[in-house]
C-alpha cells in the first residue's frame, strides 16, 4: 500500500465494499491546511451574528439531510439505524449550540490603575481534528462545531474505514453557504495524512480521537511546536453495582451499556463491579437481560446490536476472550450472533478473572464486559480506579451520601448514578489519566478553540 492508495469502505454487516476514496498524502494536506488558513481569515473577520446565522444554516442543511446521513452510517459503519439518526442529529444540535455560543465569546474588562485592561478570546487559525472510526459523525462535529463557532477553520482526517459521512457533511457545509475551504475533510491513513496534519507548522491545535496508544505519539509530536491539543482517548470504565441498589433495574440497565455500538464505545461500561453479597443474584439477573438483546441486521429498526467495525477488531476481540480463558476466566454469560459474512460477535460476560487480567483492566472495544466482586465501598473504588483509564462510570446505589462519595473519589471525568448517560451536548465531556487531556461539549467547548489575549490601554498619555 502506497502513501496515497485508495481506501476501501466496506459493509461491516456483509463484508463488501461499498465505496472507494482516495487517500490524502502529505502534500495534499499541505494544500489544504494553506488554503484553510486563507479562508480562516475572511471567516474570523465576519460579525459574529453573521458566523453564527451561517452555522445555524449549516444545521438546518443537516437537519433536511439526516436520514440520509443516518443510512450511510448504517452502510459505512454498521450502526444501528437508530442510533445512526441520533448521532446525525447530534451534529446539528451541536452547530446550533455552538452557534448560540459565537456572541457570547466575550472576553472581560479587569480593573486596573492608570487605564482600561480588557481580554480577547482570538481565535486559533487552523485547527486539525482527527477522527476515529467508532462515532464518526458526532465525533467529527465535537470538533469542528466549536472550532468553527470560535473563528478558526478546520481540516478533518476521518478514520481508514468510515470517510463517508464526514466527506458528505463537508458538501453539506458548502450547500448551506459556509466559504470555501473553511471545513475540509482529508480521509487518508493515520500514519500519512494524520501524521502529516499533525506535525504541520500551519496548524494551531489538533484534537484527537482516538485510542490512547495514538493519542500518546500525536502528543508526543506537538510537544516540538507547543502545538494546542485536546486528547480523547480510550477507556475501561466501571459500573459499580452496591448491594443496597435497586438490582432489576441495574441489572436490566447494565447489558446496553456495554453492548451499544457492539461495545466500540469509549464509555463502553464494561468493568461491572458487583458488591459480594448480590453477585450471584445479580448475575442471575444479568443472563436473561444479556441474552435477549437482539444482535443482527443494523437496518432493521427492531435491532440492538450491529457487527464490528472490521475483521482486524473482530479479531482482537476474539483474542481477548481466548486469553481471558487461559487467565482463569468464563464465558458466564453469552449473547446470540448472527454466523456468515459480515464482522459478528456475540455479547460475552466474563467471570473469574482477577482485576489485573488484560481482560478485565485493557480496552476490548467491543460486547465484552468482565463481572468483579467486591467487599466494601473503599474497595469498590479501588477498583473503579484500578486501570489507566478515567473517562466515564456509573454507580448504582439508594444512598445519596454514598454516590456523592464514590462519584468524588472515582477519577474519572463522567459519571452518572443510577444511569448510564453520559454525554449531552451541552455538557462537558472529557477524561482523567491515560483517557486524554482537555474537555469537549458543555459551556465551555468554544473557548477551547481560543486564545486569551490580554491588552492594557493607558488613559495617562505617557508610562509613569
Ligand atoms: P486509532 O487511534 O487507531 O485511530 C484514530 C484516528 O487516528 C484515525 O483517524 C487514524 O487514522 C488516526 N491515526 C492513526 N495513526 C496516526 C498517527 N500516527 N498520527 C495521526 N493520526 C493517526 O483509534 P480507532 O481504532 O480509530 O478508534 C478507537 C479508539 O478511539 C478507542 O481507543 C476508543 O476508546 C477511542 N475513542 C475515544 C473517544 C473519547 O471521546 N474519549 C471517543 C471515541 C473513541
Given at each position: 500500500?502506497?502513501?496515497?492508495?485508495?481506501?476501501?469502505?466496506?459493509?461491516?454487516?456483509?463484508?463488501?465494499?461499498?465505496?472507494?476514496?482516495?487517500?490524502?498524502?502529505?502534500?495534499?494536506?499541505?494544500?489544504?491546511?494553506?488554503?484553510?488558513?486563507?479562508?480562516?481569515?475572511?471567516?474570523?473577520?465576519?460579525?459574529?451574528?453573521?458566523?453564527?446565522?451561517?452555522?445555524?444554516?449549516?444545521?438546518?442543511?443537516?437537519?433536511?439531510?439526516?436520514?440520509?446521513?443516518?443510512?450511510?452510517?448504517?452502510?459505512?459503519?454498521?450502526?444501528?439505524?437508530?442510533?445512526?439518526?441520533?448521532?446525525?442529529?447530534?451534529?446539528?444540535?451541536?452547530?446550533?449550540?455552538?452557534?448560540?455560543?459565537?456572541?457570547?465569546?466575550?472576553?472581560?474588562?479587569?480593573?486596573?490603575?492608570?487605564?482600561?485592561?480588557?481580554?480577547?478570546?482570538?481565535?486559533?487559525?487552523?485547527?486539525?481534528?482527527?477522527?476515529?472510526?467508532?462515532?464518526?459523525?458526532?465525533?467529527?462535529?465535537?470538533?469542528?462545531?466549536?472550532?468553527?463557532?470560535?473563528?478558526?477553520?478546520?481540516?478533518?482526517?476521518?478514520?481508514?474505514?468510515?470517510?463517508?459521512?464526514?466527506?458528505?457533511?463537508?458538501?453539506?457545509?458548502?450547500?448551506?453557504?459556509?466559504?470555501?475551504?473553511?471545513?475540509?475533510?482529508?480521509?487518508?491513513?493515520?500514519?500519512?495524512?494524520?501524521?502529516?496534519?499533525?506535525?504541520?507548522?500551519?496548524?494551531?491545535?489538533?484534537?484527537?480521537?482516538?485510542?490512547?496508544?495514538?493519542?500518546?505519539?500525536?502528543?508526543?509530536?506537538?510537544?516540538?511546536?507547543?502545538?494546542?491539543?485536546?486528547?480523547?482517548?480510550?477507556?475501561k470504565s466501571p459500573n459499580?453495582?452496591?448491594?443496597?441498589?435497586?438490582?432489576?433495574?441495574?441489572?436490566?440497565?447494565a447489558p446496553?451499556a456495554f453492548l451499544?455500538?457492539?461495545g466500540?464505545?469509549?464509555?463502553a461500561r464494561t468493568r461491572i463491579l458487583v458488591?459480594?453479597?448480590?453477585y450471584d443474584?445479580f448475575l442471575?439477573?444479568l443472563e436473561?437481560a444479556v441474552e435477549?438483546?437482539?444482535?443482527?441486521?443494523?437496518?432493521?429498526?427492531?435491532?440492538?446490536?450491529?457487527?464490528?467495525?472490521?475483521?482486524?477488531?473482530?479479531?482482537r476481540v476474539g483474542a481477548y476472550v481466548e486469553g481471558a480463558r487461559g487467565d482463569g476466566g468464563t464465558p458466564a454469560i453469552r449473547g446470540?450472533?448472527?454466523?456468515?459474512?459480515?464482522?459478528?460477535f456475540p455479547p460475552t460476560v466474563l467471570t473469574g478473572l482477577s482485576p489485573e487480567a488484560p481482560a478485565a483492566c485493557e480496552e476490548i472495544f467491543g460486547p465484552v464486559a468482565v463481572v468483579l466482586p467486591?467487599?466494601?465501598?473503599?474497595?469498590?473504588?479501588?477498583l473503579?480506579?484500578?486501570t489507566?483509564?478515567?473517562?466515564?462510570?456509573?454507580?448504582?446505589?439508594?444512598?445519596?451520601?454514598?454516590?456523592?462519595?464514590?462519584?468524588?473519589?472515582?477519577?474519572?471525568?463522567?459519571?452518572?448514578?443510577?444511569?448510564?448517560?453520559?454525554?449531552?451536548?451541552?455538557?462537558?465531556?472529557?477524561?482523567?489519566?491515560?483517557?486524554?487531556?482537555?474537555?469537549?461539549?458543555?459551556?465551555?467547548?468554544?473557548?477551547?478553540?481560543?486564545?486569551?489575549?490580554?491588552?492594557?490601554?493607558?488613559?495617562?498619555?505617557?508610562?509613569?
Amino acid at each position: 500500500m502506497t502513501d496515497s492508495s485508495p481506501l476501501d469502505v466496506l459493509d461491516p454487516a456483509t463484508g463488501e465494499t461499498i465505496a472507494s476514496v482516495p487517500g490524502a498524502t502529505a502534500a495534499d494536506v499541505d494544500d489544504a491546511v494553506r488554503r484553510a488558513a486563507r479562508a480562516q481569515t475572511g471567516w474570523a473577520a465576519l460579525a459574529p451574528g453573521e458566523r453564527a446565522r451561517q452555522l445555524r444554516r449549516f444545521a438546518a442543511v443537516v437537519d433536511e439531510h439526516l436520514e440520509e446521513l443516518a443510512q450511510l452510517e448504517v452502510r459505512e459503519a454498521g450502526h444501528i439505524v437508530g442510533n445512526a439518526r441520533w448521532e446525525a442529529g447530534n451534529v446539528r444540535d451541536l452547530l446550533d449550540y455552538a452557534a448560540g455560543g459565537v456572541e457570547r465569546l466575550t472576553g472581560r474588562q479587569i480593573p486596573v490603575a492608570g487605564g482600561i485592561d480588557v481580554t480577547f478570546l482570538e481565535p486559533l487559525g487552523v485547527i486539525g481534528v482527527i477522527v476515529p472510526w467508532n462515532f464518526p459523525m458526532p465525533i467529527a462535529a465535537w470538533g469542528f462545531a466549536p472550532a468553527l463557532a470560535a473563528g478558526n477553520a478546520v481540516v478533518l482526517k476521518p478514520a481508514e474505514t468510515t470517510p463517508l459521512t464526514a466527506l458528505r457533511l463537508a458538501e453539506l457545509a458548502l450547500e448551506a453557504g459556509l466559504p470555501e475551504d473553511l471545513l475540509q475533510v482529508l480521509p487518508g491513513r493515520g500514519d500519512v495524512a494524520g501524521e502529516a496534519l499533525v506535525r504541520h507548522p500551519g496548524v494551531a491545535k489538533i484534537v484527537f480521537t482516538g485510542s490512547s496508544r495514538v493519542g500518546r505519539r500525536v502528543m508526543a509530536l506537538c510537544s516540538d511546536q507547543v502545538k494546542r491539543i485536546t486528547l480523547e482517548l480510550g477507556g475501561k470504565s466501571p459500573n459499580i453495582v452496591f448491594a443496597d441498589a435497586d438490582l432489576e433495574a441495574a441489572a436490566a440497565a447494565a447489558p446496553m451499556a456495554f453492548l451499544d455500538n457492539a461495545g466500540q464505545d469509549c464509555c463502553a461500561r464494561t468493568r461491572i463491579l458487583v458488591q459480594r453479597p448480590v453477585y450471584d443474584r445479580f448475575l442471575e439477573l444479568l443472563e436473561p437481560a444479556v441474552e435477549s438483546v437482539r444482535v443482527g441486521d443494523p437496518a432493521d429498526e427492531r435491532t440492538q446490536m450491529g457487527p464490528l467495525i472490521s475483521r482486524a477488531q473482530l479479531e482482537r476481540v476474539g483474542a481477548y476472550v481466548e486469553g481471558a480463558r487461559g487467565d482463569g476466566g468464563t464465558p458466564a454469560i453469552r449473547g446470540r450472533a448472527p454466523e456468515g459474512p459480515g464482522f459478528w460477535f456475540p455479547p460475552t460476560v466474563l467471570t473469574g478473572l482477577s482485576p489485573e487480567a488484560p481482560a478485565a483492566c485493557e480496552e476490548i472495544f467491543g460486547p465484552v464486559a468482565v463481572v468483579l466482586p467486591f467487599e466494601d465501598e473503599a474497595d469498590a473504588v479501588r477498583l473503579a480506579n484500578g486501570t489507566e483509564y478515567g473517562l466515564s462510570g456509573s454507580l448504582w446505589t439508594r444512598d445519596v451520601g454514598r454516590a456523592l462519595r464514590v462519584s468524588r473519589a472515582v477519577r474519572a471525568g463522567n459519571l452518572s448514578v443510577n444511569s448510564h448517560s453520559s454525554v449531552r451536548y451541552w455538557t462537558p465531556f472529557g477524561g482523567f489519566g491515560a483517557s486524554g487531556i482537555g474537555r469537549e461539549l458543555g459551556p465551555d467547548a468554544l473557548a477551547a478553540f481560543t486564545e486569551t489575549k490580554n491588552v492594557f490601554i493607558s488613559t495617562e498619555g505617557t508610562d509613569r
